[in-house]
């Protein structure tokens, strides 16, 4: 275990932050609860043919509670990326770089284009890049403050000690996943 080889490390501190969605974005959101809640009650009878459905529509709710652009459902303020971007800023200004993680790659970028807006330097990793190494070496040697990395992504073969932040945006449906990605700070080094 950690606390075996590298007692040296200080102790992983979490914290959880509830945000209240904007109350526009929260009617949107009862809305398309409800709609969805009865549409499931019915598929529940047979769960094995219609798991994919189910799962569908958590995955759709899971994205409308973070911002209804992610799913069509209208335009509302995304409290989640206001409290961010205000967190972010304050630990910039103290000199602290963040790891920002999340599973969906769109809401990450929506997230990376607040903070350009802010005026806060990052490095975007995901699927999708094509230089992963110069943007993880970017981040490493360089002095942009916030690192922007999807869950798969960041999951495996990194090491990023050069942040002293975490922030997971969203929950991953395996603990274990969002475990490991956040290990990627909290290392020897």
Do not use: C
Request: aromatic residues 8%; proline residues 4%; charged residues 25%.
């Amino acid at each position: 275990t950690k606390d075996l080889v590298a007692s040296e490390l200080p102790a992983k501190q979490e914290q959880m932050l509830e945000i209240e969605l904007h109350p526009k974005h929260r009617k949107l959101y009862d809305v398309r609860f409800q709609r969805e809640r009865q549409r499931l009650l019915g598929l529940l009878e047979d769960t094995s043919t219609n798991r994919f459905q189910i799962f569908q529509s958590l995955t759709m709710l899971r994205q409308l509670a973070l911002d209804p652009a992610l799913v069509g459902e209208g335009e509302a303020p995304s409290a989640k990326l206001d409290a961010l971007i205000e967190l972010l800023s304050d630990a910039a200004a103290e000199g602290h770089r963040v790891l920002v993680l999340s599973q969906f790659t769109r809401f990450l970028s929506s997230a990376r284009d607040r903070a350009t807006a802010a005026n806060l330097p990052s490095q975007y990793l995901d699927g999708a890049t094509v230089n992963r190494q110069s943007v993880i070496d970017k981040f490493r040697t360089g002095t942009d403050p916030v690192f922007f990395v999807s869950l798969k992504a960041g999951g495996f073969g990194l090491n990023l000690v050069e942040a002293d932040y975490v922030v997971l945006l969203d929950p991953w449906w395996n603990p274990a996943v969002e475990a490991q990605a956040i290990d990627r700070t909290h290392r020897i080094g």
